[in-house]
């Protein structure tokens, strides 16, 4: 009877194996699935403001960090796999610079006699792990002592200089005003909660006090912020778009609807060397003298959307218009998700193409970036033209993918410029990268609570920007910068301390810490 129950349960186990590798599999398939319907709806939210995609998106992240959450729980409690030989599993190194704490873990018996014998225990080697470990925040006081001495013969008093301060009379140093300033517009964390957050590690700084000291941060930046914008409007390209910001009305508990726009250079694509970099401007509403005015310095090509108060800028050649190939294929694929027909899948397979040829030469030179636009997406181009105009003849003009296509018609010649510029993009998606932070951090902060408070928040985000594109870390550079400004760093050495030329003296002895 033994020997037959042993019989059937291997195939039991068997079965049972199989069973469980069968829902891990779906598991692990179901997780894949969700990670796709997540990133083909932040793809089609993004510029749009369908408060059904983003809800939508924020169950699907739910999901998958439950679903991922059992996954690590269920490969934490599975037992180690058998390495076979030769074939070590991969590990990943963490960080060389980050500090290290030694755990040293000796036997429980000691390391000098055999628990089993008693005789002389010899080193025969040793095993290491690392584990990533984290500390919270570390608050601490620099207490500046400066002795004083007098002459034995004259009585004159000898004593060090003060060093400048962050703030006159005030407590906060340099690097604090930078982590406050990076966590608000970097992190997204409002005043208030980061003032809760010190709080619970015993340092109780009100509010209003935090917002003095992203003030002095933001002044103290303002030579930067200058030189950004000086250095954008030489360049001979600019991709610009503008965000809705809600401003506080004071006395009235109501919002305005104030305006973010964005200027961004950022010409890597086209293989150059010269510096990237973006600035922002804020204005109170959204009318076309705003970007007549910042921009009347600016000589070159402008890549923008078809916003109307642009249009001044393009009367004299001065400024010649780039038109977005994203904003165009958005308004097809807005029909073709209502409702799909051969048109709008060919029009859209079309675009799709000629992107295609802008993945091949992202990051030559000009004249070769030309030159094969000329040769590939021209002939496209002419075509696509040719079964536009053709569906024009067909299509109601009342109906909506007739007006789709009349405002790609409306802007040919813009949104084919970039056959002839080398220098420009197919799309202003370098702009509206550029905002994607502006519009988490509304999300949290909510409004802006006066002009001067969203004139302060541009000049941060234009220098923390510009930090991103250049591989800077924002909260170094301000703390740096901030304190050479304040030490009155002379004015014909500007250059040096922007973004692309900045230089981390502190970087060893900060990460030592």
């Known amino acids: 009877m033994a020997v037959s129950d042993t019989a059937h349960s291997y195939p039991d186990k068997d079965a049972r194996i199989a069973e469980l590798e069968a829902a891990l599999a779906a598991r692990d398939t179901l997780i894949e699935t969700l990670q796709l319907q997540l990133d083909k709806l932040r793809r089609m939210t993004f510029g749009q403001s369908s408060e059904k995609l983003v809800q939508q998106i924020e169950q699907l992240e739910l999901t998958l960090e439950e679903l991922e959450s059992e996954a690590a729980i269920s490969d934490a409690r599975a037992p180690e796999p058998i390495v076979k030989a030769g074939r070590p599993s991969p590990v990943r190194a963490l960080p060389d610079h980050l500090p290290r704490t ?109 917002a003095g000291w992203a003030g002095q941060a933001a002044s103290l930046l303002d030579p930067i912020v200058s030189r950004i914008r000086e250095e954008g409007l030489k360049a001979a390209k600019i991709h610009t778009d503008d965000t809705p910001v809600p401003m506080l009305v004071p006395g009235k508990g109501k919002t305005a609807q104030a305006r973010l726009w964005t200027h961004v250079v950022d010409d890597r694509a086209s293989g150059s060397t010269g510096p990237a970099l973006v600035w922002y401007k804020f204005t109170l509403d959204r009318s076309g003298i705003h970007p007549q005015t910042e921009l009347k310095a600016f000589t070159g090509l402008l890549q923008a959307d078809g916003y109307a108060g642009y249009d001044k800028l393009y009367q004299d050649g001065r400024i010649r218009e780039v038109a977005c ?76 993918m007739a007006k789709a296509l009349a405002y790609g018609r409306k802007r040919w010649d813009a949104l084919t410029r970039y056959l002839d510029e ?92």
């Open 422 to 513: 080398g220098m420009a993009e197919m799309d202003n998606n370098i702009a509206e990268r550029s905002i994607r932070s502006i519009a988490i951090g509304r999300k949290n902060w909510l409004f802006t609570g006066s002009k001067a408070g969203g004139t302060r928040a541009a000049a941060i985000y234009s220098v923390i920007g510009t930090c991103q594109l250049n591989g800077v870390e924002p909260q170094a550079y301000i703390t740096d910068v901030i304190e050479k400004i304040a030490s009155d760093w002379p004015a014909s050495r500007w250059d040096e301390l922007m973004p692309w030329n900045w230089a981390d003296d502190n970087k060893s002895s900060r990460q030592a810490a």
């Open 102 to 210: 030694e755990r040293r873990i000796e036997p429980e018996t000691g390391a000098c006699n055999c628990p089993d014998c008693g005789g002389t225990l010899r080193p025969l080697g040793q095993d290491s792990d690392e584990m990533l470990d984290v500390l919270p925040v570390q608050w601490r006081v620099i207490r500046t002592i400066r002795p004083k001495y007098s002459c034995r013969s004259c009585e004159k008093i000898v004593q060090a200089r003060a060093p400048v301060k962050a703030i006159a009379r005030g407590k906060a140093s340099f690097a604090t005003l930078a982590h406050v300033a990076v966590n608000k517009f970097d992190h997204h964390l409002p005043l208030y909660r980061q003032s809760e957050m010190m709080a619970a590690q015993g340092v109780d700084i009100d509010r209003s006090t935090l």
């Open 325 to 400: 190939w994203a904003h165009f294929r958005r308004k097809i694929f807005e029909n073709h998700q209502a409702s799909p027909t051969p048109l709008t899948a060919d029009l859209l397979e079309r675009i799709a193409g000629l992107y295609r040829i802008e993945d091949d030469v992202r990051g030559q030179p000009p004249d070769i970036r030309r030159q094969q636009r000329q040769e590939h997406s021209k002939p496209q181009i002419e075509t696509l033209r040719s079964v536009i105009d053709d569906a024009l003849r067909r299509l109601s003009p009342k109906s909506s």
